[in-house]
C-alpha cells in the first residue's frame, strides 16, 4: 500500500534556528495537510495546501510558518524562527479529495533547546 | 466552530474483555464524517475506522465497532476481546462534509487505553 513518508523522524535544533520538515505525499492525492501534537496533547491542525495554495490555515500557522510544495512530490514546513514551544510531533497527511479520510505519515519529532 | 470532547483521559480493560470509549462533538451540520484513530507508542496515527454521518448503521471493523447516534452527537468505539496490541492512545476525529471544504480534521483530547494481562 503506498505511504506517506516524511524524514527526518528526529530533528533537534536550537531556539531561533530554521528547520524545514519534509513530506513525501501519496503520489495520486490532490489534498496535503500539516497537524502538530505536543507531547501528551491532542493533535491540532495547522494548514491544509491544495493546487499549489493554502487553502486553510489555524491561528497556530502565524508568520513564523511556511508551506511549499517545490517540485511537485515534496512538501515541505518551514518554521522561520524557532521556539522552545514549537517542540512537538509533526505530521504530514495527504488525500486524493477532501471527503477522503487522510493518509498519516509517520511523523517528525522537533525537539527545541 | 466544531468541537470533539473525549471525557476519560484514560482507560485500562483486562486482556479479552471488553471496553467502550466515549466521544461527543458538536456541530450544526447534518454532513460529517468521524473517525477513531489509534496512536500507539511509535506515534504512528492509525486509523481505526471511519463512519459516515448520513448512513444509520454504525460502522465495524473486526473486533473495532461504534455507536453512532447522531441526535445525541456520540461516536463511541467499543473494542471487543481486548489484546495487548490494543494499548494505545485513541482520538476521536471530526471531519466537514461540505462543498469547499478543506478536509481537515478537528480531534478531541484522546483516550489512553491500557490492556493489562
Known amino acids: 500500500e503506498p505511504e506517506v513518508t516524511q524524514t527526518p523522524s528526529h530533528q533537534v535544533t536550537q531556539m531561533g534556528q530554521e528547520v524545514i520538515l519534509r513530506c513525501v505525499p501519496i503520489?495520486?492525492?490532490?489534498?496535503f495537510y500539516w497537524y502538530r501534537q505536543i507531547l501528551g496533547q491532542k493533535v491540532e491542525f495547522l494548514v491544509s495546501?491544495?493546487?499549489?495554495?493554502?487553502?486553510?490555515k489555524s491561528e497556530i500557522f502565524d508568520d513564523q510558518f511556511s508551506v511549499e510544495r517545490p517540485d511537485g512530490s515534496n512538501f515541505t514546513l518551514k518554521i522561520r524562527s524557532t521556539k522552545l514551544e514549537d517542540s512537538a510531533m509533526y505530521f504530514c497527511?495527504?488525500?486524493?479529495?477532501?471527503?477522503?479520510?487522510?493518509?498519516f505519515g509517520p511523523g517528525t519529532r522537533l525537539t527545541v533547546l | 466552530a466544531q468541537t470533539v470532547t473525549q471525557s476519560q483521559p484514560e482507560m485500562s480493560v483486562q486482556e479479552a474483555e471488553t471496553v467502550t470509549l466515549s466521544c461527543t462533538y458538536d456541530t450544526s451540520e447534518n454532513n460529517y464524517y468521524l473517525f477513531w484513530y489509534k496512536q500507539p507508542p511509535s506515534r504512528q496515527m492509525i486509523l481505526v475506522i471511519r463512519?459516515?454521518?448520513?448512513?444509520?448503521q454504525n460502522a465495524t471493523e473486526n473486533r473495532f465497532s461504534v455507536n453512532f447516534q447522531k441526535a445525541a452527537k456520540s461516536f463511541s468505539l467499543k473494542i471487543s476481546d481486548s489484546q495487548l496490541g490494543d494499548t494505545a492512545m485513541y482520538f476521536c476525529a471530526f471531519m466537514r462534509s461540505l462543498t469547499g471544504n478543506t478536509g481537515k480534521l478537528i480531534f478531541g483530547q484522546g483516550t489512553t487505553l491500557q490492556v493489562k494481562p
Open positions: 463512519q459516515e454521518a448520513y448512513k444509520q
Open positions: 503520489s495520486n492525492h490532490l489534498y
Open positions: 495546501f491544495y493546487n499549489n495554495e493554502i487553502s486553510e
Open positions: 497527511a495527504s488525500k486524493v479529495n477532501p471527503e477522503d479520510r487522510p493518509f
